[in-house]
Every structure is written in C-alpha cells, then in structure tokens.
C-alpha cells in the first residue's frame, strides 16, 4: 500500500505498524511524489495526509481517481480532529474514509483491513461480471458511478447514449429508489432517451457500492438477440419474443398483423430450432436467454 504524509515521525510510525502488520509499504512525502510511484505500481490501497507541501492530498486523490486502473483503489484521508471541512473535501475527491491525527494505530489497522476487503470484493465482482459479458455497473447512494463493464459502455453506445447520460438519470431516477431499500433481484424502470431499459437491483458488494444491471427493453435489441442466438429470420423473432411476454397466438397475430394460422406455421418452425416440442417449453427456453442479457 502507499502511504503519503510529509511529517517523517508520523510517516516512520505507520510504515513500522503497517509492515509488521504484514503489509508491503510505499512511502511519500507528498503528492507529486505519491503519483510518481502510482505511475511505476499499482497499491492495494492509499493513504493521503490531507494538507501536505507541493500537492496536498485532496488534488493527488482527484488526479488518481482519473486514471482507470486507480479508479477502484480505496484511499483513507488523514486529517485533523476539527477538519470536518477536510472530512467532506476528501469524500467528495473520491476517499472512502478518514483517520484522524495523532493517528490510532489500532485504528488504522482496523480501518485499512475492511477497506481492502471490500476492494477485493468489488474487484471479484467486477471482474466476473465482465467476464461473463453483463452490462452491469456501480453506484453509490446518490448515483454517482463508481465503474461499469465493458458490457455496458457497449450497450451504452448501441444505444447512442453514454455513461454521463447514465449517471443523471441515476442520480434523479434511480438514487430515490435505492434509498428505499429494494429487495435484491428487483426491477425499476429507466428510460434512456428513446429506449426503455430495465435496472435490477444486484447487491451492495461494498457498504457504499450498489450492484445494478442494465436490461434493455427495446424490442428491436430483444428481437436481433434472439435472431442471432436460435438463428430465427426476423418475423420468427417476433413471434418468439410476443409467445415469451404471455401472449397467445390469437393476440400475436392482432399485434403482428398476421393470421392465427400463420403463427402456428412460424411457432412449427421455431420449436426444433430452439430444441422444443411445445410452447411451455419454447417460453421457458426464450425467457432464460433473455433474462440472462
């Protein structure tokens, strides 16, 4: 981990607590030189003394939640028992906590171990997320996003919107209900400019981090989902995507334009592509697979 504080008794005395504690430590005098030593390794996790000579630890922290591969590192502010303006600055430049001057060792240890625990399981969860191709992301209780995968900036510009886009909306739409304390797994509705798209609630990794995932609603985006992964044509798609919303072929052909007759003959031709026999099974079969982007 890093630790950067330009009092050499109060650095010496957490690079001794910290190292015995079994940690590996970097040491910085201030914040240029705390951002030197990003540039050559990336910590596990930082420690910023807030007032310090040549850059104080409120612009390194700015500077180094800029770049991508520090985004996730939690940093611990040092400050002053009065400081509470310190308090607020260094939350807001993207800190996780603060630890008060003279610094408790206990404290400190205490402090340094839960973060990094949730670090790594925020980094567990990211990783397998984006392993899996999810479009999913990160906010904390005002919808500030804290990271997204690869899936969802994907998804984002599929849709011709981007994740700044994103974030208002979930700070104006989404912040209210997770304030409310949704059961996992629920759903709520967000309408991305001309698309609607469904967030389901996921978990807290982290206690300041909420889990969510994108579905798109988007007919369209379902439908070609569907051509491509059962090699349907383009009005089979329609029809499996209307039999897994619960309708019946009477009201598929009303929405389709289309006889009762000639759904069935569309549904004989989707059975064996999808590996069914009947339409429980075909709705089963679709249901999953979209549930499942």
């Known amino acids: 981990m890093l630790v950067a504080d330009d009092a050499a008794e109060s650095l010496a005395m957490m690079n001794e607590a910290l190292t015995s504690a079994g940690y590996t430590v970097l040491l910085a005098m201030d914040g240029t030189q705390a951002l030197s030593i990003t540039e050559r390794m990336i910590p596990d996790l930082i420690l910023l003394d807030a007032i310090m000579p040549t850059m104080d630890g409120f612009t390194a922290c700015e500077t180094l939640k800029k770049r991508n591969e520090l985004h996730d590192i939690p940093v611990i502010f040092m400050t002053g028992l009065s400081d509470s303006e310190h308090v607020l600055r260094g939350l807001e430049v993207g800190g996780v906590d603060y630890i008060t001057k003279p610094v408790n060792i206990d404290e ?90 469904q967030v389901r609630y996921l978990g807290r990794p982290s206690p300041a981090e909420y889990l969510l995932r994108l579905i798109n609603d988007d007919d369209n985006v379902l439908q070609a989902e569907l051509r491509q992964k059962f090699l349907l044509t383009e009005r089979e798609a329609e029809v499996l995507m209307w039999l897994s919303r619960g309708k019946t072929n009477r009201d598929i052909a009303q929405i389709l334009a289309m006889s009762p007759r000639t759904v069935n003959k569309h549904l004989e031709q989707i059975f064996p592509k999808l590996g069914v026999e009947n339409r429980a099974s075909a709705t089963a079969v679709s249901l999953g697979f979209l549930n499942s982007l």
């Not at 479009?135 to 005002?142: D, G, V």
């Not at 759903?187 to 991305?192: A, D, F, G, M, R």
């Open 108 to 197: 400190l240890l205490a402090r340094v171990h839960v973060h990094l625990s949730n670090a790594r399981k925020t980094r567990s969860a990211r990783s397998a997320l984006d392993e899996m191709g999810q479009p999913a992301f990160a906010c904390n209780i005002h919808g500030e996003m804290l990271w997204s995968t690869v899936k969802t900036r994907e998804l984002l510009q599929t849709l011709g919107s981007s994740e700044s886009e994103l974030e208002t909306l979930i700070r104006s739409d989404i912040a209210p209900w997770l304030a409310r304390a949704p059961e996992r797994n629920s759903h709520s509705k967000l309408e991305l400019g001309a698309h609607s798209l």
